[in-house]
C-alpha cells in the first residue's frame, strides 16, 4: 500500500520560496499512469490544486499558480517537491502531496497534510 508523507518548514516569509517534500512509499513514481500531486486548502476554503508530475517526468501546472510553481522529483529517493516563489499570506493552508491514477482529477491516496504559514 502505498504512503506519501509531506515535509518542509511549516513557516515561511513573505516574498520567499515555499519548499515542500513528498516522500512516497510501497510504490515507485515511475510506476506507468501515475500522477504526482499538489493540492493545498487555505483556512475556510476548498482544496486548490497546484500541480502534477507524471510518472515519465511531466509536469501540469495550475493556470493561476504556474508563474510561481515548480514541481521537480528524485527517482532514487522516490520523491518529488513543490516549490513555490515569492509566497503571501494568501498562500498559507494545508498542503497535500496526492496520487492519482491515469488522469490528474481523481486522487485516491494522500498524505496527510502539512501547514504552512506565511508571516514574518
Known amino acids: 500500500q502505498v504512503q506519501l508523507q509531506e515535509s518542509g518548514p511549516g513557516l515561511v516569509k513573505p516574498s520567499q520560496t515555499l519548499s515542500l517534500t513528498c516522500t512516497v512509499s510501497?510504490?515507485?513514481?515511475?510506476?506507468?499512469?501515475?500522477?504526482w500531486s499538489w493540492i493545498r486548502q487555505p483556512p475556510g476554503k476548498g482544496p486548490e490544486w497546484i500541480g502534477s508530475i507524471s510518472y515519465s517526468g511531466t509536469t501540469y501546472y495550475s493556470p493561476s499558480l504556474v508563474s510561481r510553481t515548480f514541481i521537480s522529483r528524485d527517482t532514487f529517493k522516490n520523491q518529488f517537491t513543490l516549490q513555490l516563489s515569492s509566497v503571501t499570506p494568501e498562500d498559507t493552508a494545508v498542503y497535500y502531496c496526492?496520487?492519482?491514477?491515469?488522469?490528474?482529477?481523481?486522487?485516491?491516496?494522500w498524505g496527510q497534510g502539512t501547514q504552512v504559514t506565511v508571516s514574518t
Open positions: 510501497g510504490g515507485s513514481i515511475t510506476t506507468n499512469y501515475y500522477y
Open positions: 496526492a496520487r492519482s491514477y491515469l488522469n490528474l482529477a481523481t486522487h485516491n491516496d
